[in-house]
């Protein structure tokens, strides 16, 4: 159902550059809702592209469920900001693409695409291309696509940061309820501290250059703490 996602000693580089994130030690447990927060270029996308399995550590290593990630895989899901769907092919199609890989025949991916369209609210959206659906619509389909290969983390990276405010916490709301049915491990991406208080049961600040971990807090549940969202905002404009 979830994984353990480890971050260890990890560090990374691009290139011959100088590293732009420090050696990182994390532990994400699994069925944990964890949101990295933090300015632009600390780092956020790169911790998650390195637990993705599309960026190589320089040092240290990303494990997931014990096993250490060296390309993507199937139980890690991914969603961006940018649905990247195609645009020639319906929604479910979309979803049915990405379940190709997995080796399931032609029914039980049509069947599983309906169905994962059907708990993101889309079933009725299923036929239409994406240039005639929503924003929130689409990104509504991203998550289906994820969701359909049934992975045990989610990685997001600032999902829903091109949404304006009613789809964006509806979209936070559908999430809650995705995770709290599922109880995949989430990784969610984010440089806004309200959605990372709303969403997530835990809140890791990075900052600086190169980036590090500055800051790592429960959220206890219920209506966001003010003291709290104060705390973790001194973090985001201590440089
Ligand atoms: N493919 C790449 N090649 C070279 N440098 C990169 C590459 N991707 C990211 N970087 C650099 O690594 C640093 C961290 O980038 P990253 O994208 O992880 O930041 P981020 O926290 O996700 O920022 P944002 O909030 O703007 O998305 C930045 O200095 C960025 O310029
Ligand atoms: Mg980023």
């Known amino acids: 159902m979830s994984l353990e996602v480890r971050l260890e000693g990890l560090s990374v580089g691009y290139g011959a550059g100088a590293p732009v994130l420090e050696p990182t030690d994390l532990v994400f447990p699994a069925g944990s809702f964890t949101a990295l927060l933090g300015p632009s ?29 060296r390309e993507p895989g199937p139980e890690r899901g991914v969603v961006f900001q940018h649905y990247a769907l195609f645009p020639w092919r319906t929604a479910l199609g979309n979803v049915e693409f990405a379940l190709k890989r997995l080796g399931l025949s032609r029914p039980e991916r049509r069947e599983r695409a309906l169905a994962a369209l059907e708990e993101v609210g889309l079933a009725d959206g299923a036929r239409k291309y994406p240039a ?78 190169p980036g590090r971990v500055l800051a790592d807090h429960p959220v206890p549940p219920g209506p966001p703490d003010p003291s709290l969202r ?10």
Do not use: N
């Not at 780092?43 to 990303?62: E, I, N, Y």
């Not at 509806?170 to 984010?190: A, D, I, P, S, Y």
């Open 132 to 209: 005639q659906l929503s924003g929130g619509m689409q990104q509504r389909v991203a998550l289906a696509r994820a969701l359909a290969a049934e992975p045990e983390v989610l990685l997001m990276d600032e999902p829903f940061g091109a949404l304006d405010a009613l789809t964006r916490s509806r979209m936070q709301e559908l999430l809650r309820e995705l995770w709290r049915r599922r109880g995949t491990t989430v990784l969610f991406v984010t440089h806004d501290i309200d959605e990372a208080l709303a969403l997530a049961g835990r809140v890791v600040v990075l900052g600086g250059t």
């Open 230 to 239: 104060a705390l973790i905002a001194t973090h985001l404009t201590t440089p």
């Open 41 to 69: 270029g600390c780092g956020k996308s790169t911790v998650l592209g390195a637990v993705a399995g599309f960026v190589r550590p320089t040092a240290g290593r990303v494990t997931s469920g014990s096993v250490p990630v």
